[in-house]
């Protein structure tokens, strides 16, 4: 099986700066995109910003220029470094990979962590 652990989330003001890590662990041969995702307390999930096994990028709208996603590939890892953060960005972020375990026939499967507390408030 695949493991997802998060870390990094908190209370910061708005303006401030948080870095969120998420790492892969357990039967893995190969991991393909990266992603991270935000649920808001009455909303539905959303994307926040993929990264692929080649390193292309993608965000939503409302965190271009102030988000950045990438990935270390050796740490199975994939990270969020989030700049002038907005009470709007609060949530509950969850990261996913999708991954090709370490079996026969090498099945691929979405997996994702546990999800991470980020509170943007003054």
């Known amino acids: 099986q695949v493991q997802l652990v998060e870390s990094g989330g908190g209370l910061v003001q708005p303006g401030g700066s948080l870095r969120l890590s998420c790492a892969a662990s357990?039967?893995?041969?190969?991991?393909?995109?990266m992603g991270w995702y935000r649920q808001a307390p009455g909303k539905q999930r959303e994307l926040v910003a993929t990264?692929?096994?080649?390193?292309?990028?993608n965000y939503v709208d409302s965190v271009k220029g102030r988000f950045t996603i990438s990935r270390d590939n050796a740490k199975n890892t994939v990270y969020l470094q989030m700049n002038s953060l907005k009470p709007e960005d609060t949530a509950v972020y969850y990261c996913?990979?999708?991954?090709?375990?370490?079996?026969?026939?090498?099945?691929?499967?979405?997996?994702w962590g546990q999800g991470t507390q980020v509170t943007v408030s003054s």
């Open positions: 996913s990979m999708t991954v090709a375990r370490a079996t026969l026939f090498h099945n691929t499967d979405n997996y």
């Open positions: 990264i692929t096994s080649g390193g292309s990028t």
């Open positions: 357990g039967s893995i041969f190969r991991i393909y995109s």
